[in-house]
């Protein structure tokens, strides 16, 4: 097994897709060149958007009422496109803010528009989800409520999406494809690919159609939905690579059992290495609400941070990269997403034990 990369990302690709990538870099299906060397406007890329489109909607269970593109600029640029496009002339959105990430889009969000606070963990260091029944909305219907599913740096995550009134938006980069939900429930959900997708430089947006013509006339044109959902995300020439590179690894998803079967994989993963942290007597510490832990970033702390650091350091050396916590919160974070096999995370189950008694 190759180095297991731990990092919260850019993160694990799983390895038959790195080596077939690898495999088809210079001379992509005979045609005597790299598929980066192709034009987005060929049958080739064509083939393999309509290809990746297929699978997300085979796989999260797209219907015909949603668009399906792909964005530059990772999730936050969706912190600001979403407000200049969705918040309705007057009117106000609501956020849940429950990690760093959400308190970035609803500080975006304020320059376009009234933001309303409905619900924070803020004030408890982030360590849980907030329990819908506490929840403040407003009596009248908002723009939308956006939520952040999973928060890689506290290491929470929604483990059932709220009943809205308002269109319900999802920032889901960090637990897209790990899981089953009801894309009906949502009016818009969003995904950096750098961690459950493909590399780096591909933003998944799964839109429904009758929000698109909400956007204002003044807002700039590579800014708007509606320019990527008109031309088939080939208005100007996309991330090439990068769809593909989603392409193969929504084929890999297939082929593991698609979204039950990954759900399946991960359940057991996480439940292992909680298992380990929980069952340490106290030498690792998990700071999350049990009703709020992650299956994506298992975070959790060492008696001191010296330690710490020397559990990083001697992990690397172990085969074993991208441990240490975010640097806002410290600590150690293992990001466990759906290409990081399940002997992974054994062996760092069993370097953890090792670790305890020798220090």
Known sequence: MRIVNFSAGPAMIPTAV????????????????GLMEHSHRGPLFDE??????????EILGVSD???????????????????????????????????????????????FGEVKCIASSKEDKYTYIPSFDKWQPSTKEASYLHITSNNTIYGTQYQEFPEAN???????????????FDMNKFAMIYAGAQKNLGPSGVTLVIIRKDLIARTPANVPTMLRYATYTDNNSL?????????????????WVKEQGGIDGIEK??????????????????????????????????????????LEAKFVKEAKAAGMI?????????????????????????????FMAAFKKAN
């Open 18 to 33: 790195m080596e077939r990538a690898q495999k088809e870099f210079c001379d992509y299906n005979g045609s005597g060149c």
């Open 48 to 57: 393999i958007l309509a290809r990746a489109n297929s699978n997300i909607r």
């Open 65 to 111: 009422e949603y668009e399906v593109v792909y964005i530059q600029g990772g999730a936050s640029m969706q912190f600001a496109m979403v407000p200049m496009n969705l918040m309705l002339p007057g009117g106000y959105a609501e956020y849940a803010d429950t990690g760093t990430w959400s308190s970035k889009a609803m500080k975006e969000a304020k320059l």
């Open 166 to 180: 308002a269109p319900l938006i999802a920032d889901m980069s960090s637990d897209i494809m790990s899981r089953r």
């Open 235 to 251: 208005y100007n020439t996309p991330p090439t690579y990068g769809i593909y590179m989603l392409a193969l690894v929504t084929d």
């Open 265 to 306: 994989i991960n359940n057991a993963k996480a439940a292992a290495l909680y298992s380990a942290i929980d069952g340490s007597d106290g030498y690792y510490k998990n700071p999350v609400c049990p009703c709020s832990r992650s299956r994506m970033n298992v975070v959790f702390r060492l008696p001191n941070e010296e």
């Open 322 to 350: 991208g441990l240490k916590g975010h640097r806002s919160v410290g600590g150690i974070r293992a990001s466990i997403y759906n290409a990081v096999p399940m002997e992974g995370v054994e062996k760092l189950i069993d």
